[in-house]
């Protein structure tokens, strides 16, 4: 597959460090197949929404929130691995446009069982907000690094914000879980980045771990909230 004909990712030529099989499918492999934990997780979500329906809290309570966060986790994986396996700006834009579907989900979802969100809102809320992203990285992609890392910390703010405020009980283990395997990924991330960890044709590599790493950040966040007992804020 030719993929010189589209339009680049931003980050070329100095993207990551796994070097690039000119002339394939699949440019970055490593980089591209760790996204299956992203698309396995979301199908988990996604179809099996109504045995996690169980109304021990809001995020249980309506099969719409596991199928959208399964939506969300899905179009991670598959839009990190096109823009892995082509290095292109229309899959670079798909990649960083998932990751704000799952971090504007947390933030949307807070809003809305504290109460200041009814389903409407939050919908609203959600897209809109994901949309108005998505417009901000298609002209002006530099921006996408910083955007995201903003929406990760407003929403661990967020959230320790109603644990300290509210009380909520839940199970912490899980939240301790998710932030300790992204502060991990976000480690070996910028390993790889900046070329201190590094081996371009090694079956594995510091970026693929950022993949298998935030994927399971992904989901224990979810078992975080989840975890959550029903009428507790």
Known sequence: MDWTSWRPATCLPDCWCEAARTGAWILEPVNAWTNLLFILAGLVFFFKARSLTNKTNELNSLEIFPRLYGFALVFVGLGSFFYHASQTFIGQWFDVFGMYLVSMFYISYNFYRTRFFKLNSFLIFYFSSCVVLGLIINYYPDTRRWLFGMSILFTLIQTL????????????????????????????????KNRVWCDPYAWMNGHGLWHLLTGLAAVLIYLYFRSERKQTI
């Open 161 to 192: 914000w109603i644990q300290k405020r509210l009380a909520p009980q839940m199970n912490k283990y899980f939240l301790a879980g998710a932030v300790t395997s992204y502060g991990v990924a976000q480690t070996v991330w910028l390993l790889d």
